[in-house]
């Protein structure tokens, strides 16, 4: 090896590295100009898709590891050096780690040179994004600490617990009085959960604007419940003291010690922080105990998430457009059909519209799918109009689609598309979707009305203020949900009241339709009511195209 100034070989260097490595979290390295040799602490190996902590052709094996972006960056900085343009190397830049994720660092070092001959650079690696052992703002230890914690004691506790506690909308104390004050209300906090800190409990900083308290002592669940109210109390007494300057709540959600005793620490921190999120679901300045069941049923909805917007991007697959068919009662022959949404994937099978519709509207997927699905149903309305020329379709809209897109340029295009009469397509709007009445709505409903589209209230009965809707609105057709159905068979005031309801949109000249008729009993009842129109499992339950077309219109 090329002794330096210094009189050290890279040999004695490399042995240096070694003594080092077990006491550092930063990584020392010397690179050998001279015979193109690189070596690192052998922690980087562990961390870095490194081929190995020693290894020649220096730039050559760096390419492996270093982000593709960002290696021309450091060829350059590396050649400067070599020239002798510069006698320092400071950079930051990416290294792949070994789960392959970018990870920033730091990368410093200092060429030692004989008579202006550079014979190696030595300098240290150091994670610029790496999470800190501590929090100087709230003056605790932070998520590498709780780590070596976690790991160090939990395994044989016989009980315990872990809390998890995070500030209600801190962001709006940030945005309103600044982020040194934002900084000040973490400090106080901490202060407020350390005073109501039991024996042998830690309290370290997780993340942002939570908390973590780490019980390994034999307490219970009922014992975390206690300290979280407990801890509530004292940051009510903190928000008065300040004379409601500021005025904030805390969150806060248990896991029991046989349910994070046997996994990974990161499993417990996706749980605790499941947990937290799940108590400020349920309304804030609470908390929730955390539940495997709710969980799964959060990993599901993930994963349809995920299946929902493949689905998409993969021309729709596993959509379909299925039919039920609408009876006049006037003739007891079908006049329409109501085209319906389904999702099928050969993970879940068959999902539920109830559950997939609104991870639909959530993620804002339910424009793409909403527009394929009108497609879909004016495609279906124009063949069968081949043979029934005037039979009606009705298409379900979310109030999504009508907020976030242009869905009457959506409508229009289609109708005109399909060659379909407007007067026979029926666009409904759930009634649910109405908590918020806003000029869209009702411009949208005065255009469609005026292109001489027909317009369905759907769910009548099951949300709010129903009535103010048919002056604001002025649909042609009221749908009556099944659940209004039910109770009107078996309840004489709910009868009287869907009498009087029907007599009303008859007087206003609105068309009614009864939904849900399953069975000869309810049709025989609803009959005295006088709608308009049936639509029920009785007459047909909603299938895929084919099968409609062979029950119903050959």
């Known amino acids: 090896m090329t002794p330096g100034f210094t009189g050290l070989t890279v040999a004695q260097i490399c042995e240096a590295i070694d003594t080092l490595n077990p006491c550092m979290d930063d990584f020392v390295y010397v690179y050998d100009l001279v015979n193109d040799f690189y070596y690192i602490s052998k922690l980087a190996v562990e961390r870095f898709c490194l081929p190995s902590n020693q290894f020649h052709n220096v730039i050559e094996n760096h ?4 982000y ?11 050649e400067e050096l070599t020239a002798g343009k510069k006698q320092f190397h400071d950079l930051l830049y990416r290294w792949i780690s070994v789960d392959n994720d970018p990870i920033w660092i730091n990368c410093r070092g200092f060429v030692v040179r004989h008579e202006n001959t550079p014979l190696y650079m030595l300098g240290c690696i150091n994670e610029i994004g790496a999470r800190q052992k501590a929090d100087n703002v709230s003056g605790l230890l932070g998520v590498t600490s709780l780590k070596n914690s976690f790991l160090a004691e939990h395994a044989d506790l016989p009980n315990g617990y872990l809390l998890r506690l995070g500030l209600d909308d801190f962001k709006e104390i940030n945005e309103k009085l600044g982020c040194d004050y934002g900084d000040l209300i973490l400090k106080r906090t901490a202060e407020c959960i350390t005073a109501c800190l039991l024996p042998n409990q830690k309290l370290f900083r997780a993340v942002a604007d939570e908390y973590l308290i780490v019980n390994f002592s034999k307490r219970t669940t009922e014992d975390a419940i206690e300290q979280y109210k407990h801890i509530r109390q004292t940051i009510d007494s903190f928000v008065k003291e300040n004379n409601y300057e500021v005025i904030y709540t805390i969150s806060g959600g248990i896991l029991k010690s046989e349910q994070f005793s046997a996994c990974s620490f990161s499993d417990a921190m996706k749980f605790s922080e499941f947990s937290l999120n799940e108590a400020k679901r349920h309304g804030k300045n609470c908390c929730y105990i955390f539940c495997r069941e709710d969980y799964d049923k959060f990993l599901r909805r993930r994963r349809l998430s995920q299946l929902l917007r493949r689905a998409v991007t993969h021309n729709f697959e596993g959509f379909e457009a299925y039919l039920q068919p609408l009876i006049n009662t006037d003739s007891n022959t079908i006049y329409g059909a109501e085209s319906l949404l389904r999702f099928c994937t050969e993970e879940f099978g068959m999902v539920a519209p109830a559950e997939f519709i609104p991870l639909l509207e959530e993620t804002g997927l339910i424009i793409p799918v909403g527009k394929w699905m009108l497609n879909e149903a004016l495609k279906i309305c124009q063949n069968i109009q081949r043979v029934i020329p005037d039979f009606k379709i009705s298409i379900n809209v979310s ?5 976030k897109s242009n869905i009457l340029t959506d409508i229009l295009n289609a109708v005109e598309y399909y060659h379909i009469p407007p007067s026979t397509v029926i666009i409904e709007l759930t009634e649910s979707g109405l908590l918020v009445l806003d000029n869209r709505i009702t411009k949208l409903w005065a255009r469609l009305k005026e292109k001489g589209i027909y317009l369905a209230l759907d769910d009548f009965g099951t949300g709010y203020s129903n009535f103010h809707y048919l002056n604001d609105l002025k649909p042609d057709i009221i749908k009556i949900d099944r659940t209004f159905t039910i109770k009107a068979v078996t309840n004489d005031y709910e009868f009287k009241l869907l009498s009087l309801m029907s007599n009303m949109a008859h007087s206003l000249n609105l068309q009614i339709c009864v939904e849900g008729v399953e069975n000869t009993n309810e049709l025989s009842r609803m009959k005295e009511v006088l ?7 009785y007459f047909g339950k909603p299938c895929p195209f084919p099968e409609f077309q062979d029950k119903f219109i050959k």
Do not use: R
């Not at 390419?63 to 270093?66: E, I, S």
């Not at 593709?68 to 590396?78: H, N, R």
């Not at 109030?399 to 907020?403: A, E, G, I, L, T």
């Not at 709608?531 to 499992?537: E, L």
């Open 68 to 78: 593709p972006a960002d290696l021309p960056m450091l060829q350059q900085d590396l």
């Open 399 to 403: 109030y999504v689609q009508v907020v």
């Open 63 to 66: 390419a492996k590891f270093v």
């Open 531 to 537: 709608p308009d129109y049936y639509q029920g499992y």
